[in-house]
């Protein structure tokens, strides 16, 4: 049964005031609407997550929000800023606390379609993205193989946010596009079958409780 209606959520940015890597994943999120999504933006400053905490049973209703607006998505645009080589931590955190889907129904986020960005200082964004694709399949999602790691992104964007060559507004469209038309293939066929996700839940590793018991 093919879906009509697809959800694609952005989560990114970073604690800073401006921050290019939100400024990217809003056009990415425009290309997605375009593509006929309905979007929503998880801002990670405005979130203002706690550090993920394992011995933490309540969080607080941002994580709550964060981790239903994921699992409900049928399309993720992921958007980091690169620090020291890698994702940020703030952004890292957030990933950390999607640890609390692992008892949904499919677990993490399985058959969901994830477009990646980074923006970066220097030129070496990719570092970032693949930190990122590492994550995503750690979480049993799908990378699609479009990725955007903006290099140089202090002169690539005007203090509002706005890139200031159109041809970057047109990669993070086709970003946007691309993740909610595998997002359609997926929700028409999810590729994982039964014995598939049998088999991944036979191999999932012991849980922390369960490790010391063992
Ligand atoms: C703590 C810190 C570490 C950074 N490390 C790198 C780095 O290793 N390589 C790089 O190219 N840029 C680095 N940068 C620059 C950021 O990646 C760049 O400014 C990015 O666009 C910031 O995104 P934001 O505006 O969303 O915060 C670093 C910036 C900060 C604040």
């Given at each position: 049964m093919t879906k009509k209606h697809l959800t694609v959520v952005g989560l990114g940015g970073s604690l800073a005031l401006h921050s290019n890597s939100l400024a990217a994943l809003r056009i990415a999120l425009e290309g997605a609407a375009e593509a006929g999504a309905t979007t929503e933006l998880l801002d990670i400053r405005q979130l203002s997550l706690p550090m993920y905490d394992p011995a933490n049973d309540s969080p607080p209703d941002s994580v709550r929000r964060m981790c239903d607006a994921i699992h409900r998505a049928d399309g993720l645009i992921w958007s980091s800023p690169m620090y020291n080589g890698t994702i940020s931590g703030s952004f890292k955190n957030a990933l950390d606390w999607?640890?609390?889907?692992?008892?949904?129904n499919p677990p993490y986020l399985t058959d969901k379609v994830v477009g990646l960005i980074s923006t970066a200082g220097?030129?070496?964004g990719l570092q970032a993205v693949n930190t990122m694709e590492f994550v995503v399949r750690a979480l049993r999602g799908w990378a699609v193989p479009l990725v955007m790691p903006i290099a140089q992104a202090w002169k690539a964007f005007d203090e509002r946010g706005i890139p200031r060559v159109s041809q970057l507004t047109e990669q993070l469209h086709a970003l946007g596009r691309e993740v909610t038309r595998a997002s359609f293939q997926f929700a028409s066929?999810?590729?994982?079958?039964e014995d598939a996700a049998r088999a991944e839940a036979g191999i999932t590793p012991l849980s922390d409780r369960e490790a010391k018991s063992a």
């Open positions: 999607l640890k609390l889907l692992d008892d949904r220097g030129v070496q066929e999810p590729p994982t079958k």
